[in-house]
């Protein structure tokens, strides 16, 4: 029963800690601030992608978002 | 004559940034200094536009009782050295391609500069740089100073 607890209380800590390192760090974000890896880097594929959500799910917008991605604004 | 060759020289020979070996930084070998740290790399722009003001600092203050010391982050060196050549820096830079001291400082933002008294400790932090708040980072150096 003792050992039960204790493996009980290993898993637990090693479920918890799995997501601990998730993520990138503010210095690996230079990929992410490359400006073809924007949301509206290629203006016609942006006009495509406007033009199928408008017609097909009635919606338009939220396309781009402002920033670099260096995490300091 | 000799005068006008020595500005001459001095014209054309501006101060470079040695590039080092982030092995390299032992931070308490400029302990009796006010050390600005400042965490950097090529793909940031505000980071780009804090080199103009940290050389400014250089010839401001004293080089006996303040140093500034840069750390770049470029995973790629060949990114930090076009960089380099499009950007002055006349201070010396360490370069940590796997952020091994980046982690250590904890850095939240891109850049990211610790002002340091001349005892060794860190007095400030900042994360990011904005032109509008200079005034008040100088304000920070020269009270340690």
Same mark, same amino acid.
Request: a negative charge; aromatic letters at 12%; hydrophobic letters at 40%.
């Given at each position: 029963?003792? *050992?039960?607890?204790?493996?009980?209380?290993?898993? *637990?800590?090693? %479920?918890?800690?799995?997501?601990?390192?998730?993520?990138?760090?503010?210095?690996?974000? &230079?990929l992410?601030?490359r400006?073809?890896?924007?949301?509206?880097?290629?203006?016609?594929?942006?006009?495509?992608?406007?033009? %199928?959500?408008?017609?097909?799910?009635?919606?338009?917008?939220?396309?781009?978002? *402002?920033?670099?991605?260096?995490g300091? &604004? | #004559?000799?005068?006008?060759?020595?500005v001459?020289?001095?014209?054309?020979?501006?101060?470079?940034?040695?590039?080092?070996?982030?092995?390299?930084?032992?931070?308490?070998?400029?302990?009796?200094?006010?050390?600005?740290?400042?965490?950097?790399?090529?793909?940031?722009? @505000?980071?780009?536009?804090?080199? @103009?003001? #940290?050389?400014?600092?250089?010839?401001?203050?004293?080089?006996?009782?303040?140093?500034?010391?840069?750390?770049?982050?470029?995973?790629?060196?060949?990114?930090?050295?076009?960089?380099?050549?499009?950007?002055?820096?006349?201070?010396?830079?360490?370069?940590? @391609?796997?952020?091994?001291?980046?982690?250590?400082?904890?850095?939240? !933002?891109?850049?990211?500069?610790?002002?340091?008294?001349?005892?060794?400790?860190?007095?400030?932090k900042?994360? !990011?740089?904005?032109?509008?708040?200079?005034?008040?980072?100088?304000?920070?150096?020269?009270?340690?100073?």
């Open positions: 029963m003792k *050992a039960g607890y204790y493996w009980l209380v290993v898993c *637990a800590v090693l %479920i918890a800690s799995g997501c601990s390192s998730l993520g990138v760090k503010p210095w690996e974000r &230079n992410l601030a400006e073809d890896m924007l949301m509206d880097a290629d203006a016609l594929d942006l006009a495509f992608d406007e033009h %199928i959500y408008f017609s097909k799910e009635a919606s338009s917008g939220g396309q781009g978002f *402002a920033g670099g991605g260096c300091c &604004n | #004559m000799r005068k006008f060759l020595l001459l020289l001095l014209a054309v020979s501006p101060l470079k940034a040695e590039i080092y070996n982030i092995s390299q930084l032992d931070l308490k070998s400029h302990q009796g200094k006010v050390v600005y740290l400042d965490f950097w790399a090529s793909w940031c722009k @505000p980071c780009q536009k804090s080199f @103009p003001w #940290m050389n400014s600092l250089l010839e401001k203050y004293p080089s006996e009782t303040f140093t500034i010391i840069t750390v770049n982050l470029d995973a790629e060196p060949d990114a930090m050295h076009q960089f380099l050549s499009k950007v002055e820096a006349n201070f010396d830079i360490y370069h940590d @391609p796997s952020g091994r001291i980046a982690d250590q400082f904890e850095i939240e !933002g891109m850049p990211t500069s610790y002002l340091i008294d001349s005892s060794g400790k860190v007095v400030k900042h994360i !990011g740089f904005y032109t509008r708040q200079v005034d008040r980072y100088e304000r920070e150096i020269e009270e340690l100073l």
